[in-house]
């Protein structure tokens, strides 16, 4: 909950106050000068880099959480909708039922709908907001659909099956990918262990032998 000022002074912040302590601790025990400010220097810089790393790894946690959410997400609008609610109203009751970052995202757009924006200028902010290719695709979509008047049923319909396809074809992709992912643990750790089982007891016997 920082505002971007907020965390960038925190970044120098955790940089500082630990670049000071360590020169102050090492010049005390009389090291030298150069390796001091060395040693600070990278404890400052991993102190710098270090909020920055963790705000990668929540942003992808969320993005991927968001992309989970997707085909239920708007399978419960659709359903909504063609149970004769309104977008809006089918997306605040789809929100108010699940719990999780897109329905904090659409939350926040009726809340900017709520205070005057309309509803391309509360997608647009929306479609900015969340940079995940396929929810932006979904969110241009509905934009052009409420520019031409077309029935929303049948475009949040269209848009969950192109989502299921999507999702598919991501895990087909993840599938492809894991035998790659698997030769340097195999390499590491599951070789060195066979290949001591294997020539373990041999070279065991061939020293005896020599000895």
């Given at each position: 909950n920082?505002?971007?000022?907020d965390?960038?002074f925190f970044q120098v912040l955790?940089g500082?106050?630990p670049f000071v302590?360590?020169?102050?601790l090492?010049v005390?025990?009389?090291t030298n000068?150069?390796?001091?400010?060395?040693?600070a220097?990278i404890v400052?810089?991993?102190?710098?880099?270090y909020?920055?790393?963790?705000l990668?790894?929540i942003?992808?946690?969320?993005r991927?959480?968001?992309?989970?959410?997707?085909?239920?997400f708007f399978?419960?609008?659709?359903?909504?909708?063609?149970a004769?609610m309104?977008?809006?109203?089918s997306i605040l009751?789809?929100?108010?039922?699940t719990?999780g970052?897109l329905?904090?995202?659409f939350?926040?757009t009726?809340e900017?709908?709520k205070?005057?924006k309309s509803?391309?200028?509360a997608?647009?902010?929306l479609?900015?907001?969340?940079?995940?290719?396929?929810?932006?695709?979904?969110?241009t979509s509905?934009?052009?659909?409420?520019?031409?008047g077309v029935g929303?049923?049948?475009?949040?319909?269209s848009?969950?099956?192109r989502i299921?396809?999507?999702?598919t074809?991501?895990a087909?992709?993840?599938?492809?990918?894991a035998?790659v992912?698997?030769?340097f643990p195999?390499l590491?750790?599951?070789?060195?262990?066979?290949?001591?089982?294997?020539?373990?007891?041999?070279?065991i016997?061939l020293?005896?032998?020599?000895?």
């Open positions: 920082l505002s971007s000022t965390f960038r955790l500082f106050v302590i360590l020169i102050l090492l005390k025990i009389d000068m150069f390796s001091s400010i060395l040693l220097s400052a810089a991993l102190g710098i880099y909020p920055s790393f963790y990668s790894v942003i992808k946690k969320r991927l959480e968001i992309q989970k959410m997707m085909p239920d399978d419960m609008v659709n359903l909504s909708i063609e004769g309104g977008l809006d109203a009751k789809v929100c108010n039922q719990k970052p329905s904090e995202e939350l926040q009726l900017d709908m205070l005057g509803r391309r200028e997608y647009a902010d479609r900015t907001r969340v940079p995940v290719h396929q929810f932006q695709s979904i969110i509905l934009i052009q659909a409420d520019i031409l929303m049923a049948k475009v949040i319909r848009l969950t099956v299921r396809e999507q999702r074809q991501m087909r992709e993840q599938a492809m990918k035998p992912k698997m030769v195999i590491l750790f599951i070789f060195p262990a066979i290949f001591i089982v294997m020539l373990g007891p041999l070279i016997y020293l005896q032998s020599i000895l």
